[in-house]
């Protein structure tokens, strides 16, 4: 069974400063990972995909690493903002090659960004 | 393209009954799966439905059930509805393709309330 982390849990800082938000899986053979965004009682919005072919993936400020036989990936957030606290969340699908559909999350990482 | 739908957007039930969330996927998709997301967790996969039929399912009872219709939208189904079942209830669409893992795509999710 995949099991998914992410560290931290929650984080607080102002406005400007570059993010680092941390997710480890416990089995690495996936074929990518996905990060999302959620804001309170909201649905999820898809950041970024990397496919396990990939070592990164950029979208504007964001950029998310992958390392395989580590287990982990990391998502980067540059010049903060306000506007992008909210909760942010890790998905791997099975490992072991599985294409089946399910997705595991991590608990996610509580971003305040303050003025 | 509207995306995935779900509906309705909130609901409120008593203990016992039964009640059923709908979903559309984004065009273009043929794979449906439910999440159920409690309050400051990550969410949890119900099950997948891909050719009308449910191809996996997660840790739920047989309370929850559902259905996939021939033009790919489906319905969760929960019956004896417990105090526990109050959550956000997820729908994401994604298309199978058995070679590789292809991206989901999450509505805004069904808030029940169970009293």
């Known amino acids: 069974k995949q099991e998914v982390t992410q560290i931290p849990a929650a984080l607080s800082v102002p406005e400007g400063e570059n993010l680092v938000l941390n997710c480890s899986f416990t089995d690495s053979a996936i074929y990518n990972l996905q990060w999302f965004r959620q804001d309170p009682g909201k649905g999820l919005t898809s950041l970024l995909l990397i496919q396990s072919s990939q070592r990164e993936q950029t979208s504007g400020r964001l950029n998310a690493s992958l390392d395989k036989s580590s287990g982990r990936s990391t998502l980067y957030i540059a010049a903060s903002q306000p506007g992008d606290s909210a909760t942010y969340l890790c998905a791997v699908p099975p490992g072991r090659g599985s294409t089946l559909g399910r997705l595991y999350f991590g608990r996610g990482t509580q971003l305040t960004v303050w003025p | 393209d509207a995306g995935v739908t779900q509906s309705p957007t909130h609901l409120i039930k008593t203990r016992g009954q039964q009640v059923t969330l709908r979903c559309s996927p984004k065009?273009?998709?043929?794979?449906v799966s439910w999440y159920q997301q409690a309050l400051g967790q990550g969410p949890q996969f119900i099950f997948q439905y891909y050719e009308e039929e449910e191809r996996q399912r997660g840790n739920f009872p047989d309370r929850f059930s559902g259905h996939q219709f021939p033009n790919y939208s489906s319905e969760l189904n929960v019956n004896a509805l417990l105090l526990g079942d109050s959550a956000l209830y997820l729908c994401a669409s994604s298309w199978l393709d058995r070679d590789s893992y292809n991206e989901q795509f999450f509505g805004p999710g069904t808030r029940l309330t169970v009293l």
């Open positions: 065009s273009g998709h043929d794979t």
